[in-house]
C-alpha cells in the first residue's frame, strides 16, 4: 500500500518543510504554510535500462507549421502574436472582477461558430454562465457548458472538444491528491495534468488563474513555467479600460499589451489610445510630459505627469504609479547631479496616465523632464513628444525604433520630438515635417524644454 505523508508547503514560492513554520526562509512572507498530504508510491524492484524514445538528430526533425486561428477578438490576437496556437495551453490572469471570466466567454462565443468549445467552471453554475451568455449575446450550438471541479471528469468530457476553457484553476482538483482545491499541489498538478492532455490531443486549452494582491498567481508562481502563454489582465475593478499584457510567449513578443474597454456588453478592444494614455489637457498644466512608449510591435504614447510638493518630513516621498520606484530615484539623483535642478526637499509623486507600465528605458528622459516640469512649476508643449535613455553620467543614450516612435508621434499631430544625438542621422530624412531636437546631455534636454526658467 502507498503510504500517506503530510508535508508543509509555502503558498507563494513553493518551498517545503517536514513542519509548520511562521516565516518562509526562501521568500521571506508570513504565515504562508499549509499542509498538504501525499502518497509515496511504493519502491519497485525493476529499474529503466532504456530510455522511452531514442534521441533523434536536428537535420531529421520535422518542423511543425502552426497555423494559427483567428479569435474574433483582434486586440486578444496581436497579444498573443497573431492568433491562437492549435494545442496551446494558455494562462489569463488577473484580479477577481477585472473581467477575465468576461473576455473568455466572449472568445468561447467566437471560436463556437465554427469549432467545438467546452466551457468548464467550477466557481459558476451552468445557468450563471447561461446568464453571461444571453449578457453578452453570445449563442453558439457548438458551445458547451460543464460545471465540474474534479479534473479528471474535465479531461475526460473534454476529449471530443477543440478547446478547453477552465475557470478557474484554483477551483479544481484531483481526486488522488488529499490536498484541498487552490493548494499548492493541487494547483501544481492539475495544471501540469492539462498541459500534458493539450499536447497530446492537440485541444487549445486556455486557463485562467486569480492574482493575489501582490500580483502573484494564487498559489505558486511555478504556474508560469509549465505554459506555453502567460497573459495579465490588469486595471481597476471599477473602471473602464483594461489593459491584457503577455508576460510569456513561446510563439510571439512578450511585451505585447492589448486595450480594453468593459461596456454593458461585454469587452471591446481599443485601437484608439491617444484618448485613454493622453490627457485632453496636457499642456496647460506643469509636469506633463508624453513619451512614444515601444510595447511589443506597436508604439504608444504615453502622457507620463508629475507633482512636486513641499515635503514637511526630514526624508522626502518618491512615490510613482507605473514606474519602477528604484528608476525614479536614480532619475532624481541624476538630474540634482547632472543638471542641478534640486529635489531633496520636494515630494516626488509620478504616474502613468491610463494605467500603463511604463518599464523601458527609453522612457527615462520623459520621466525626468516631467519632473524638471513640475519642479519648475513650467508647461511643456502640448504637441512636444520626447524619449531617450538617460545615463548615471548624465548623458543621453540611443535607442532602438526610433523611426517607429517618430511614427507613431506624427499620426497624433506631435510636431516637435526630442530625441537622442545618436538616433539623428538615421531619422533625419524621414521625419522632415517634424521639428527635431538632438540632445547629447540631460542638461541640453533641460535647456531645450526650460530655457527661460531658473534652477
Partial sequence: MAKSNSVFVCENCGAQSPKWIGKCPTCGKWNTYVEEFTEE????????????????PLGEVKQENFARVKSGIKELDGVLGGGIVPGSLVLVGGEPGVGKSTLLTQLAGNLAKTQKVLYASGEESCSQVKMRCDRLGVKAENLSVLNETV??????SAKDYDYLIVDSIQAVFLEELNSSAGSVGQVKECAAR???????????????????KEGAIAGPKVLEHIMDTVLYFEGEVTGNYKVLRAVKNRFGSVSEVGVFEMREKGIFGVEDYAGIFLSATRGEAAGSVVTPFLSGNRCVPVEIQCLTAKSVYGMPRRMPLG???????????????????????????????????????AADLAVALAAV???????????????????????IRPVHFAESRIAACKKLGFNRIVLPKGNYAAVKDVAKDVELVPVSYLWQAVKALFPESGN
Fill in 41 to 56: 508510491e511504493p519502491k519497485k524492484g525493476a529499474k529503466i535500462t532504456a530510455p522511452r524514445q531514442k534521441p533523434t
Fill in 373 to 395: 516640469s513640475a519642479a519648475r512649476n513650467t508647461a511643456v508643449e502640448k504637441h512636444t513628444a520626447v524619449f531617450g535613455e538617460v545615463g548615471l553620467t548624465g548623458e
Fill in 151 to 156: 479534473m479528471e471528469s474535465i479531461l475526460l
Fill in 323 to 361: 514606474i519602477d520606484y528604484n528608476k525614479l530615484v536614480l532619475l532624481l539623483a541624476v538630474l540634482e547631479k547632472r543638471a542641478g535642478v534640486p529635489f531633496y526637499t520636494y515630494d516626488v509623486y509620478m504616474n502613468a496616465v491610463g494605467g500603463m507600465k511604463v518599464d523601458e528605458p
Fill in 194 to 212: 492539462l498541459m500534458r492532455f493539450a499536447k497530446s490531443t492537440g485541444v487549445t486549452v486556455f486557463i485562467v488563474g486569480q492574482v493575489t
